[in-house]
T-cell receptor, first 117, second 116 residues
Framework: DGGITQSPKYLFRKEGQNVTLSCEQNLNHDAMYWYRQDPGQGLRLIYYSQIVNDFQKGDIAEGYSVSREKKESFPLTVTSAQKNPTAFYLC????????????????FGAGSRLTVL | AQSVAQPEDQVNVAEGNPLTVKCTYSVSGNPYLFWYVQYPNRGLQFLLKYITGDNLVKGSYGFEAEFNKSQTSFHLKKPSALVSDSALYFCAVRDTTADSWGKLQFGAGTQVVVTP
């Protein structure tokens, strides 16, 4: 079955450590996204990528980094510079397009819950 | 700039009764509007979207939404709620201008509780 796989599902981090969240998709989607979810705040966009080797900052990119070396993969690194990293992180993907075809539906992974100890 | 407001943190409804989840939006151009649902500790699932055309959009699991341009609203509705509809619902908007590509703005979410 096609879909998005996020790992790990749960992750604990000590202060000062970098951690990397994995996101892999087999949907042949061009675009991939990372969102952060906090209670009562909805989803906020961290980074997104339309094509391999290119990505753009979202609304809350500070303290995070990404790479897009393969179409299928879009890992997110939460660095020690992120002051409040405890959250639920969601990866998503979609087809790429402009106009009405650009009103693309996001397919989400099951999420990764990061807790800072 | 684009924004979405979901004025209710929680909606309580008895099984079999109509369900409405409210959403209002603000965009500089024309909107693309979406509804997603999230079950506990899971990712979001797409329910329906408005692009253009008929203001009443039908989606998955018996849900529908009505686009109202004058009121800048896109309320989600279901004629008869089920206990299994209990979940967190998100409204989202994207401006149709080219530089907004990829920037879907989500509301804070509305928790729906359907009681037997």
């Amino acid at each position: 079955d096609g879909g998005i796989t996020q790992s790990p599902k749960y992750l604990f981090r000590k202060e000062g450590q970098n951690v990397t969240l994995s996101c892999e998709q087999n949907l042949n989607h061009d675009a991939m996204y990372w969102y952060r979810q906090d209670p009562g705040q909805g989803l906020r966009l961290i980074y997104y990528s339309q094509i391999v080797n290119d990505f753009q900052k979202g609304d809350i990119a500070e303290g995070y980094s990404v790479s897009r070396e393969k179409k299928e993969s879009f890992p997110l690194t939460v660095t020690s510079a992120q002051k409040n990293p405890t959250a639920f992180y969601l990866c998503a993907s979609s087809i790429k397009g402009q106009g009405q075809s650009g009103a693309n539906v996001l397919t989400f992974g099951a999420g990764s819950r990061l807790t800072v100890l | 700039a684009q924004s979405v407001a979901q004025p209710e943190d929680q909606v309580n409804v008895a099984e079999g009764n109509p369900l409405t989840v409210k959403c209002t939006y603000s965009v500089s151009g024309n909107p693309y509007l979406f509804w997603y649902v999230q079950y506990p500790n899971r990712g979001l699932q797409f329910l329906l979207k408005y692009i253009t055309g008929d203001n009443l959009v039908k989606g998955s699991y018996g849900f529908e939404a009505e686009f109202n341009k004058s009121q800048t609203s896109f309320h989600l509705k279901k004629p008869s709620a089920l206990v299994s509809d209990s979940a967190l619902y998100f409204c989202a908007v994207r401006d149709t201008t080219a530089d907004s590509w990829g920037k879907l703005q989500f509301g804070a979410g509305t928790q729906v509780v359907v009681t037997p």
